[in-house]
C-alpha cells in the first residue's frame, strides 16, 4: 500500500498550454482541471496521513504492543466499537467458565470441611460451643468487653448452609470463625479450666485434621487460582492484540480500496490533461536530462516511477539507468520537469539554511529568480 508517484500538487503541463488559440471554452476547461487537481491533492495527503497510521499500527502490533497515534482516525468507529464488544463478550465467557470452575471446586472442599467440622461436634467435650455463649442466663457481665467478636459451632453450619447468599464463600472463611470458637473460649476462660482444656483439645483435633487433609488441597486450589488467573490475563491481552489486528487490516484494506479510485481519478485527469500539453522544445529536453542526471539515487527513483506509470515495461537494471527522452510522451516530460524543479527548490532552502552567510545568498536567488521569471514572461510561447 503506497502513493510513490502520486502528485502532490497540479499536473505540471497546466502551465505549458499552447496559447495560440485560446478561448473561453479552454480557459473552462484549465479551471475545471486546476479544481479537480486540488480536491485530488486534499485526497492524497489525507491517504498519505492515514498510510502512515496503518504503518505505525502494523509496526506496533509486530511488537507485541497495541499502540494508536495520538489524535489518529487509524479506526473507523464501527470497527472499534465492533472490536470492543467482542472482546469484552469473550472476556465474560471467559470469566463466567473459570467462576464456576472455581466455586465447583471450592464447593467440593467446603464439602470436607463440613465433615471435619461434623467430627469436631460430634466430640464428647464440644457442648459448650454448640450455642452462642447465654451472657445474661450465665452472668458474664464482662464478657462483651473481653471478647468483640462471639462465634459458636451453630452459627457456623447455619451460615455453610445459607442459601440467601449470606453464606461463606471460602473454605479459608470457615476455618478462621472455627478457630475463632476455640480462642474465644481460652482468652474468657482461664487456663486450667475445663472449658480452656475443652476448647484447647478440640483446636488441637482441628489443627491435626487441618494439616493433614484440607490445608495442602487449600495451597494447591490457591496456586491453581493464580495460574488461571495469569492465564486468563495472557489471553485477554492476545485477544486484545487480534482484534486490533483485524481492525487494522479492515481498515488497510478500505485504504486500498481508496488509493484504487484515487489512481483512477488520477488517470482519468492525466487523459484530460495531455491533449493539452504542448511538445518540449530540443533545449528544454536536454536541461531535462541535465537535470535527471543531477538527482540523488532516492530522487532518481522518484522519477523512475514517473516514467513506469505511462511506461509499464520500463525497467531500471544496474548501477546507471538510460532514460530515452525523445520516448517520453509530453504529460511525461512535463511531470519530470516539475518534478525536478520541486527538487531543486527543495534543495536550495537546505543549501540556504545551512549555509553562514544565508541572508546574501537568498538575496542574490530572489534577484536571480526575479530576472528568470522577467525572461520567462517575454518568451512564454
Excluded at 260 to 266: G, R, S, V
Excluded at 267 to 283: A, F, G, I
Excluded at 333 to 353: D, E, G
Aim: proline share 3%; hydrophobic share 35%; net charge neutral.
Amino acid at each position: 500500500m503506497t502513493t510513490a508517484g502520486l502528485p502532490t500538487s497540479e499536473p505540471s503541463c497546466l502551465g505549458q498550454y499552447d496559447h495560440t488559440e485560446e478561448n473561453a471554452s479552454v480557459r473552462e476547461s484549465r479551471a475545471e482541471i486546476r479544481k479537480q487537481v486540488e480536491e485530488l491533492t486534499v485526497s492524497i495527503q489525507e491517504m498519505e496521513r492515514k498510510v502512515t497510521e496503518v504503518t505505525y499500527m502494523r509496526g506496533s502490533l509486530s511488537k507485541g504492543r497495541v499502540l494508536l497515534p495520538k489524535g489518529a482516525s487509524n479506526l473507523k468507529e464501527r470497527d472499534k466499537e465492533k472490536s470492543g464488544i467482542n472482546v469484552k463478550k469473550q472476556q465474560q465467557i471467559e470469566l463466567a467458565r473459570r467462576e464456576a470452575a472455581y466455586n465447583k471446586r471450592m464447593a467440593e472442599l467446603m464439602r470436607q470441611f463440613g465433615t471435619i467440622l461434623r467430627q469436631i461436634t460430634s466430640h464428647k467435650w464440644a457442648w459448650p460451643f454448640m450455642k452462642p455463649v447465654d451472657v445474661e442466663g450465665l452472668q458474664l457481665h464482662d464478657y462483651y468487653d473481653v471478647i468483640k467478636k462471639p462465634m459458636d459451632f451453630g452459627t457456623i453450619r447455619n451460615r455453610m448452609d445459607a442459601k440467601d447468599g449470606s453464606g461463606y464463600k471460602h473454605v479459608q472463611e470457615i476455618c478462621d470463625d472455627l478457630r475463632l470458637v476455640f480462642a474465644n473460649a481460652m482468652t474468657y476462660n482461664q487456663e486450667g479450666t475445663d472449658v480452656h482444656v475443652m476448647a484447647r483439645t478440640l483446636s488441637e483435633k482441628f489443627e491435626d485434621k487441618w494439616k493433614s487433609v484440607l490445608e495442602p488441597k487449600m495451597l494447591e486450589e490457591d496456586a491453581k487460582r493464580r495460574q488461571e488467573e495469569l492465564e486468563a490475563q495472557s489471553r485477554e491481552i492476545e485477544a486484545v492484540q487480534l482484534a486490533e489486528e483485524a481492525a487494522t487490516e479492515r481498515f488497510a484494506v478500505d485504504l486500498n480500496r481508496q488509493l484504487d479510485e484515487i489512481n483512477m481519478q488520477l488517470e482519468v485527469l492525466r487523459q484530460q490533461v495531455t491533449p493539452q500539453c504542448r511538445m518540449m522544445s530540443t533545449e528544454e529536453k536536454r536541461q531535462l536530462g541535465q537535470s535527471l542526471s543531477q538527482l540523488t539515487p532516492e530522487d532518481l527513483a522518484k522519477a523512475i516511477q514517473i516514467i513506469a506509470q505511462k511506461n509499464p515495461d520500463f525497467r531500471a537494471t544496474g548501477d546507471e539507468v538510460e532514460v530515452d527522452i525523445d520516448a517520453q510522451d509530453a504529460s511525461t516530460l512535463w511531470r519530470l520537469q516539475h518534478f525536478v524543479k520541486a527538487v531543486m527548490i527543495s534543495q536550495n532552502k537546505n543549501l540556504i539554511a545551512k549555509s553562514p552567510s544565508a541572508g546574501k545568498i537568498k538575496r542574490e536567488i530572489s534577484d536571480m529568480l526575479g530576472k528568470g521569471k522577467k525572461r520567462s514572461r517575454k518568451s512564454s510561447p
